[in-house]
């Protein structure tokens, strides 16, 4: 495969001015949790980011709606990892800066992915907690180069701690997956102070058990 066909199949990675890496987006339309959070005032998905700005402009919206379809093209795996093993710099990779798990057969290939990209870590982000329950309880294995991070529903909610650390408990991901939560105030993530870049932060591909973002 080369890196044209490979683009052609996934639709392109994405990039954006606040990440040190790629990332892929796909519709926060398609999103099937918050979807019904966006309905629930004080939820995180309320005044969804992925709404607004620069996510509004039509050749953006045509190109999640390619990359969304496309996520189940035979070859996806396979051009996803050719993209990703020929960057000049494979340190990380963000899953989703639009956009979530789909499926367990989305899900299962974005494993596959991260297992074969060992030079690359991954930060997987998600509000979609049935689909991870169903892949951890199911045996498999959460690849060493992620971090899943279950977010919170509510603005200044509790971290999923609980539900987290349930599904950690499971050897075949233990120490893989961890929280993430939005606040209003104290956020953890050095974002806003720094503008509005992760500059040289990475804790959230780290093993910091919570990060909290700013309400944005």
């Not at 539900?163 to 939560?181: H, P, Q, R």
Request: net charge positive; aromatic share 10%.
């Amino acid at each position: 495969m080369n890196t044209l066909e490979a683009k052609n199949i996934v639709g392109g990675l994405t990039y954006t001015s606040k990440m040190p890496c790629p990332s892929i987006s796909i519709p926060a339309q398609a999103c099937q949790m918050g979807s019904k959070l966006v309905n629930i005032k004080g939820s995180v998905c309320e005044d969804c980011y992925a709404f607004k700005g620069m996510y509004r402009f039509k050749q953006g919206i045509e190109a999640r709606d390619r990359r969304l379809v496309n996520i189940y093209h035979e070859k996806w795996v396979e051009a996803m990892v050719h993209l990703l093993n020929n960057r000049r710099d494979k340190s990380y990779f963000r899953w989703h800066d639009s956009g979530d798990i789909h499926s367990m057969i989305h899900l299962c290939n974005i494993m596959e992915v991260a297992k074969r990209t060992p030079d690359t870590k991954h930060w997987l982000p998600t509000k979609e907690y049935a689909y991870v329950q169903a892949y951890v309880e199911s045996g498999k294995e959460v690849p060493v180069n992620m971090y899943v991070r279950l977010s919170a529903y509510m603005i200044d909610g509790l971290p999923p701690t609980k539900f987290a650390n349930k599904l950690d408990s499971f050897e075949n991901v233990k120490g893989f997956i961890g929280t993430s939560t939005v606040v209003k105030e104290n956020p953890s993530c050095p974002a806003r102070e720094q503008g509005n870049e992760c500059g040289s932060c990475r804790t959230c591909w780290s093993r910091e058990s919570n990060v909290s973002y700013h309400l944005h």
